[in-house]
């Protein structure tokens, strides 16, 4: 592990369940040319600095190590998954640890998966949004914290699931294609592309920051990743309701906003909004 201040994010959390799928897909073509697209209307965030100058929100914490987290809206099982996730941005290494209750995992784990191309539903689905959203605050609150820019805090989430170990389905589910829930693969701490995809989508949409998930079914096998909505970013985007969203590779670390594989740089895509 490499040296550098500790930062501990610690959450005990618990949700509701409910399942509540919506389908919403549109075609983009390989150079990023919207065809006939249109985008729910919301009021986001965006990564570029330029757009973000005059809507930061300004924050007053003045600690930078937060030790615990507890709503006590929020009811706790006493059977649990305890995971702990280490990762490093920004010259420090950061740790978040985590409590599950059995019981909402096995609910995921259960359900049938939906006979579909649009893994949004998997986003949208309100069973996790307790969890989500403690979550996306307390990365707000530290990103306060370290002073960081909107595309510095996008950066730090990012970095988050870059970190979750890569695997395929068939290694482990034993299933050519397995879409995992936001908890299934927190509880895992393993998943693939889309997994990774809908986790950090999951975030970066509660954090109110534009997120659409990226589909890219010319791939053999089939890829998918996340498009953040910005302006004035290098790299790699593609243009949706007006507006640019840029790509993120999910599956390792290190892939910076708007670098895609080249392999996946000529592909068509389908965009499928999260809200």
């Excluded at 949700?15 to 697209?37: F, Y």
Aim: charged share 20%; glycine share 8%.
């Amino acid at each position: 592990m490499r040296l550098g201040k500790v930062i501990l994010i610690s959450f005990i959390l618990a949700a509701i369940l409910m399942v509540t799928p919506l389908l919403m897909s549109s075609k983009v073509s390989a150079k990023g040319i919207p065809l006939n697209l249109e985008l729910v209307s919301k009021i986001e965030r965006i990564a570029g600095e330029g757009y973000l100058a005059g809507i930061k929100k300004i924050f007053t914490y003045s600690e930078s190590t937060v030790t615990a987290f507890n709503d006590p809206d929020l009811q706790i099982s006493s059977e649990v998954f305890e995971r702990e996730f280490v990762w490093d941005y920004g010259g420090k290494t950061w740790t978040y640890r985590m409590q599950v209750p059995q019981h909402l995992y096995r609910h995921y784990a259960q359900l049938q998966r939906p006979p579909t191309n649009d893994f949004s539903v998997y986003v949208k689905d309100a069973g996790h949004a307790p969890y989500i959203a403690a979550l996306a605050e307390k990365f707000t609150q530290v990103a306060g914290d370290e002073g960081y820019t909107p595309q510095e805090t996008v950066e730090l989430v990012i970095s988050f699931v870059q970190n979750i170990e890569y695997a395929d389905d068939e290694e482990t589910k034993g299933r050519a294609q397995y879409a995992r829930y936001p908890i299934e693969t927190l509880v895992d701490q393993v998943g693939d592309c889309e997994d990774t995809s809908i986790l950090l989508a999951a975030i970066l949409n509660e954090m109110d920051y534009g997120a659409v998930l990226i589909l890219l079914p010319d791939d053999p096998v089939g890829h998918m990743a996340v498009g953040i909505k910005g302006e004035n970013l290098p790299g790699a985007y593609y243009e949706y309701r007006g507006s640019r969203y840029y790509y993120v590779e999910t599956t390792a670390p290190g892939w910076p906003i708007g670098e895609i594989p080249e392999e996946y740089e000529r592909h068509g895509a389908i965009i499928l909004p999260v809200f």
